[in-house]
């Protein structure tokens, strides 16, 4: 049953197949037919969500573990992983509670997704791209899963992490001269496009891309 739930099945259908399961079809053989049909994710992420107010990380990190290998970083994060921090998010601006459940959980993603964002032996691009969290920015989550979805896909990256101020993202690009340079800015005091004149002009020029919602969308 536990299987069926991690696959995406609801937990009332997942009973109903656990009682009538005859040990001819492997539960592996089973639960891997249904996660290539299953996209809408509500149930696995209420699921979680229970998961997450008992603090039961073992059970935390087994389904997301599984999604991860069946579906991939992508489909994980669009369809499980973003859903739930939202609800996680939700419960604690109506309540003021529970942000001890966010920080469990966060840190389970953080750890998952970090293993997952292998180092690549032969990579596509001949220079790793640059990832970094601009300014004071403290919110990295999406930035592990950005690195780990590239690293899924061949593709070699440098990270920076949290808070990388913009001498330094400079003086990388100046050394390494990455194709691409990703800047995540979650809260808008950090999404400042004025500081990115400090990038130096390269030449091939790297493809700069601008990530979250701290950015002013008109700039």
């Known amino acids: 049953m536990r299987k069926l739930v991690i696959a995406g099945v609801s937990p009332a259908e997942a009973a109903q197949r656990a009682r009538a399961f005859d040990d001819l079809t492997s539960t592996e053989n089973l639960t891997n037919a249904l996660s290539r049909d299953i996209t809408v994710r509500e149930e696995l992420v209420e699921t979680l969500l229970r998961a997450a107010h008992a603090y039961d990380r073992n059970f935390l990190e087994e389904v997301l573990k599984s999604e991860m290998s069946a579906r991939g970083i992508v489909n994980t ?15 604690w601006a109506d309540s003021g509670e529970g942000i001890e459940t966010e920080h469990l959980v966060s840190e389970v993603i953080k750890r998952l997704l970090q293993e997952n964002a292998r180092t690549v032996a032969d990579p596509i691009n001949p220079r790793p791209v640059l990832l970094a969290c601009i300014g004071e920015e403290m919110h990295s989550l999406a930035l592990y899963a950005l690195a780990a979805a590239l690293s899924e896909r061949n593709i070699a990256t440098q990270f920076l992490g949290a808070r990388t101020p913009i001498e330094a993202i400079a003086a990388v690009v100046k050394r390494s001269a990455p194709p691409a340079v990703f800047l995540w800015a979650q809260l808008r005091r950090n999404g400042d496009t004025e500081s990115l004149i400090q990038l130096p002009a390269i030449r091939p020029a790297p493809r700069i891309v601008l990530g979250g919602p701290g950015w002013e969308p008109r700039q």
Do not use: F, H
């Open 77 to 91: 994060w669009s369809e499980v992983i973003v859903p739930l921090l939202i609800l996680i998010g939700d419960e």
